[in-house]
């Protein structure tokens, strides 16, 4: 059995070299770049990653501050709802018997004034229209974990300082979650922030997420709010998902770039390698036809020189030569035809007149065209022609330039075993016209390929035997054109069987 391969260039062409430089000239460069490109996607995914942590403890600074100064705020309402004059009494006591008579005896846990100076004294009175006496300040230390806030007079001068303490479940019940709810800016609540005691309960939550990790954490530093820890995490992805979710989508885009990069080299580098390969075939294709046309012309001029000069011995030899340059004649007519056929063919400009044509009629008019290469050649010649075949819509000149490239096939690739048998059959709806041999057949893989053009088998059987690489090609069209098809079983070594399928006009059944 023999194998059967496309004929390329070899590696060691000049024109595959200059291919592969270019694709590694493109290549090479666009994987660095790739290479280079998510060396950065990943040094950019850590700076977004830190810019967002940045951000996020931004946040709870500035939480931390809003919520000091609702604290203060708070305050300082209460106070001026008790008055300077209670408050710079500075006794406990009665400091907090006065919280209680304004009912916020549960919010604080104790508050005081003082003044700054004695003149800082006056001024508040005056400003409130107090007895102008001079009420001496006791001692009182500084209690530890008091908040303090600037207590101002009218006119925005600084009289005093308010000192007070909020009482623990204020602040957790009450007093972070107004603010929560009321005053904290969160667009479409992307953000949860976490407020929660140090041993770990929590006290106040924005909302429920579907994890407990929260990726920045800030501990309160305000006496208000000693102790307490914020922190947040974003509401559907956490910082780290988000940025490997970037991360993924930036690589997914420069590997979606690169596919499409090498894709179109492997493109073009196909491409040109198609070009080069039907290049080289053409030139082959050239090579071949030009063999094809100086035999029959060199057979033709040889006996007609022999007539010319009269050099024949006997009239049956001059006979003979005259069917030798008759019969080479229609071999050179049919390979020009083959040609033309083809050039109209691949122009769009091929015409079929089709008429009711006899099968029948066709096959002997090829068996008797051809019969003397049969002959003269050795062949045993098998026909099955039935005689009342139907009528079939074709093209008459067509169909025979058909049949005879198979049987021209079937005579040129079988050298050793010479067998040509040519089968009409009615199979339904279709005529069937088989042309069998016994010659060097043709592999499975190869059995679609022989009908592109200029295709040829690398196989030295196929190869040493000159052709154009048109025959088939020009069958093919001529079957398709008429509705039909053609079909090919063949055997490496055992021979091959090509059947023409015509569909039977409905005039004809």
Not at 64 to 79: G, I, R, T, Y
Not at 179 to 190: H, I, L, R, S
Not at 255 to 283: C, P, Q, T, W
Not at 442 to 447: C, I, L, P
Request: proline share 4%.
């Amino acid at each position: 059995m023999s194998e059967t391969r496309i004929k390329t260039p070899g590696s060691d062409d000049p024109r595959g070299r200059l291919i592969a430089i270019f694709a590694g000239a493109v290549l090479l460069p666009s994987l660095a770049l790739s290479y280079v490109s998510v060396h950065f996607v990943n040094r950019l995914a850590s700076t977004h990653e830190a810019t967002k942590i940045q951000r996020a403890e931004k946040t709870l600074y500035y939480i931390e501050k809003d919520l000091v100064q609702s604290a203060h705020a708070k305050a300082l309402e209460a106070a001026r709802g008790v008055g300077p004059d209670r408050l710079l009494d500075a006794r406990p006591e009665a400091i907090q018997a006065a919280l209680q008579e304004e009912g916020m005896g549960e919010v604080f846990e104790s508050m005081r004034l003082e003044a700054s100076t004695p003149r800082a004294l006056r001024a508040v009175r005056r400003s409130k229209g107090w007895d102008t006496d001079i009420v001496e300040l006791l001692d009182v230390p500084e209690e530890e974990g008091e908040d303090f806030v600037a207590w101002t007079t009218d006119d925005g001068q600084v009289a005093g300082t308010l000192r007070f303490k909020f009482a623990c479940d204020f602040v957790h019940k009450r007093l972070i979650k107004h603010y929560f709810e009321n005053d904290f800016v969160n667009p479409d609540g992307a953000l949860v922030v976490r407020v929660s005691e140090p041993e770990g309960p929590v006290v106040y939550e924005t909302a429920k997420t579907r994890t407990n990790r929260f990726e920045v954490h800030r501990k309160m530093e305000s006496p208000s709010f000693k102790g307490l820890k914020l922190s947040l995490r974003y509401r559907d992805l956490s910082i780290r998902e988000d940025v490997q979710r970037w991360k993924v989508a930036t690589l997914c885009v420069i590997g979606f770039i690169d596919l499409m990069l090498g894709a179109g080299l492997l493109l073009v580098y196909g491409n040109v390698r198609r070009e080069m390969h039907l290049s080289r075939i053409k030139s082959d294709f050239v090579a071949n036809v030009s063999h094809e046309l100086k035999t029959p012309l060199a057979l033709i001029r040889l006996f007609a020189e022999t007539l010319e000069m009269g050099r024949v011995p006997s009239p049956e030899k001059a006979g003979e030569y005259h069917r030798i340059i008759n019969k080479e004649s229609q071999r050179l007519t049919q390979l020009i035809n083959n040609i033309l056929d083809f050039s109209r063919i691949e122009a769009g400009r091929k015409e079929y007149r089709f008429a009711p044509v006899d099968v029948a009629e066709v096959v002997r008019e090829v068996l008797e065209a051809y019969r003397f290469q049969i002959e003269k050649q050795g062949f045993t010649l098998e026909a099955k022609v039935p005689a009342d075949l139907p009528l079939v819509e074709a093209d008459k000149e067509a169909l025979e330039q058909a049949l005879l490239n198979l049987v021209h096939n079937a005579v040129k690739y079988s050298p050793h075993e010479k067998y040509l048998g040519l089968e009409v059959r009615r199979e339904g709806d279709h005529l069937l016209v088989a042309v069998a041999d016994r010659g060097i057949g043709v592999a499975k893989g190869e059995q679609k390929k022989i009908f592109d053009k200029f295709y040829r088998s690398a196989d030295s059987l196929v190869h040493d035997t000159k052709g154009s690489g048109l025959g088939l090609t020009l069958v093919r069209h001529i079957m398709e054109a008429h509705g039909g098809r053609v079909e090919l079983e063949s055997t490496p070594g055992k021979g091959s069987t090509f059947t023409l399928v015509l569909p039977i006009s409905q005039g004809g059944s």
